[in-house]
């Protein structure tokens, strides 16, 4: 075949080739979702029924915020108390705690004065809405098996108020490391099934992370940056002992250029919490979602809604 021939051959290859490929440069790398205590805008955050909406919907990953029950097992729970988001002050009237460890006004039950036995008692729905009545805690074990039944969704389990529990006597992080290392979430193949990225707003937890379960990727959480804004030695330091940052929106809509340092630093971007319920100056949470991953330029967001997320 002569070069000609091969051209004439290659070209027809090549723009079908260009076709598939040219939209797909254009769009860049892959954004992620995560979909934020299942689809909490639609079902009751971290019930059974908002992982299983989450999973229906597409989300690439679920996220499992972590409490520890008083016989040391890990449950989902945003909270360190129960209050908000179960009836246990009905079913457990008397158990509320004596301790000045909340802030907050009033009484509180904290999940870890109760067995999880004790916990499976309460109703985990019925505050979001009559039709979720019956929807009872979950366990982080319960999480793991309903993720792992549909390969290629992950994990994003957060490690809540770890001083908390090590102020009353209780390793949060090894009893995670633990659970992770019983089931091997840990593991390169299950990694690939399952991915999974753990996320703490405690430094020293994630730290400790880094040496624990130096393969599972590690995200800190920013509530705030520090005064002056989020600087490049910071970033640099971050990247020592984490894959990512994980700031509250707003703090990246003041401070924009914090994407592209975090880029430069290897670390990725994950912002949190989008939710049509709570919309800031945006037609639509698809619109700020939008917004966020294709002008500001971050790799992955956390929100209620994930049916929403611009693909
Ligand atoms: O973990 C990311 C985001 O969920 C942090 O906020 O309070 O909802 O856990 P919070
Ligand atoms: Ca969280």
Known sequence: ?????????????????????????????????????????????????????????????????????????????????????????????????????????????????????????????????????????????EAIDLVRSKPGTGLYPELKSPPLYTGRGVDMVGLFVAQVKKNALDAPASLKTTPMIVQSFDEPTVRRLAQELPSVPRVLLLGQFESGGMTQARLRDIRTFADGIGPEKRLIAAQPDVVANAHAAGLTVTAWTFAAKSLEGHASVRSEMAHFLDDLGIDALFTNDPDQFPR
Not at 19 to 27: D, E, G, K, Y
Not at 51 to 56: D, F, G
Not at 118 to 132: A, V
Request: with cysteine; aromatic share 8%.
């Open 1 to 141: 075949m002569t070069n000609s021939a091969a051209l004439r051959v290659t070209w027809p290859v090549v723009t079908a080739l260009a076709t598939v490929w040219l939209p797909l440069a254009a769009a860049g790398p892959a954004k992620t979702l995560i979909a934020h205590r299942g689809a909490s805008g639609q079902a009751p955050e971290h019930s059974r029924a908002a992982y299983e909406l989450a999973m229906a919907q597409g989300a690439d990953f679920v996220e499992q915020d972590l409490a520890v029950t008083k016989d040391g097992v890990l449950i989902c729970l945003h909270d360190d108390t129960l209050e908000r988001t179960s009836n246990v002050a009905e079913v457990f009237p008397d158990r509320f705690t004596r301790e000045a460890i909340i802030r907050q006004p009033g009484r509180h039950w904290l999940a870890n004065d109760f067995t999880v036995d004790e916990l499976r008692r309460l109703d985990t729905g019925r505050w979001f809405g009559t039709r979720f009545a019956g929807q009872r805690i979950v366990t982080f074990q």
